[in-house]
């Protein structure tokens, strides 16, 4: 979002959150333009320092993600992702390793699955969750 990245990220999160009262009245909660919308303002609580709240956003998006897309659909693993970078910054480090082995897989399976994603791109996955696992250890 612009307001992000021209750092209001205030302004952000009040004209997300405003935007999200509004489609809760207008679309299914599985609407993919909600979930969207969800998944930024998220995203909008995690650089405004309201992890937390992103955390608990965005395991709402991953679980409803996870019940109407395939495992190797791109939103579905780009929330799966930015939900373990959210638990990695409120210190759930071995929930975010669990997520982003789970996120990983899909990619590495096939090579170059549905959604377009190489191997290239699976390798430096893998080696992101080895950081992440010297970490915990």
Do not use: F
């Not at 303002?41 to 019940?67: C, D, P, T």
């Not at 373990?84 to 090579?111: C, H, I, M, W």
């Not at 994603?117 to 893998?126: H, N, P, Q, R």
Request: aromatic share 4%.
């Amino acid at each position: 979002m612009v307001y992000q990245a021209n750092g209001q990220v205030k302004e952000a999160v009040s004209l997300l959150e405003q935007m999200i009262k509004i489609e809760e009245q207008t679309l299914a909660e599985d609407h993919p333009d909600r979930l969207a919308s969800q998944h930024e303002l998220a995203r909008a609580y995690k650089a405004n320092g309201q992890v937390k709240e992103a955390v608990s956003l965005l395991e709402q998006v991953v679980k409803i993600r996870e019940q109407t897309l395939a495992e190797d659909h791109p939103d579905r693993l780009a929330s799966q992702h930015e939900l373990a970078r959210a638990y990695k910054a409120n210190g759930q480090v071995k929930e975010a390793v669990s997520l982003l082995e789970q996120v990983v897989n899909p990619r590495a399976d096939t090579g170059r699955g549905s959604s377009g994603l190489t191997s290239v791109t699976a390798t430096i996955s893998y080696n992101l969750l080895g950081s992440w696992l010297l970490l915990c250890t």
